[in-house]
Nanobody, 122 residues
Framework: QVTLVESGGGLVQAGGSLRLSCAAS?????????MGWYRQAAGKQREVVAS???????NYADSVKGRFTCSRDNAKNTVYLQMSSLKPEDTAVYYC???????????????WGQGTQVTVSS
């Protein structure tokens, strides 16, 4: 079982920065594989923002490349999203996503954070 706790959302002016954090608590039977962030703006579908593998390989949506940085601290089971040069179109609820594997198997499980609101004012 994995539980996720997000923090760091809020209101910021365009051009500003925010850092989101997502701490995972998991049983000893699981290992965390890929961690990442999705977002969902009002009236739109949820979309992937960024991800980072257990080998620290990152991927970003084209809309955030060069502005957002996804990183992880494996000792703390925490993933971060540093957001800079924020734009009003970045306004959304941001969700942490974790993919975990049960030790000794190839069984993968997906978990979601509760979501944190990011609002960018113009």
């Amino acid at each position: 079982q994995v539980t996720l706790v997000e923090s760091g959302g809020g209101l910021v002016q365009a051009g500003g920065s925010l850092r989101l954090s997502c701490a995972a608590s998991l049983s000893t039977f699981f290992s965390i594989e890929t961690m990442g962030w999705y977002r969902q703006a009002a009236g739109k579908q949820r979309e992937v923002v960024a991800s980072i593998t257990s080998d620290d390989i990152t991927n970003y949506a084209d809309s955030v490349k060069g502005r957002f940085t996804c990183s992880r601290d494996n000792a703390k089971n925490t993933v971060y999203l540093q957001m800079s040069s924020l734009k009003p179109e970045d306004t959304a609820v941001y969700y942490c996503n974790v993919q975990a594997r049960r030790y000794g198997t190839t069984d993968m499980y997906e978990y979601w954070g509760q979501g944190t609101q990011v609002t960018v004012s113009s």
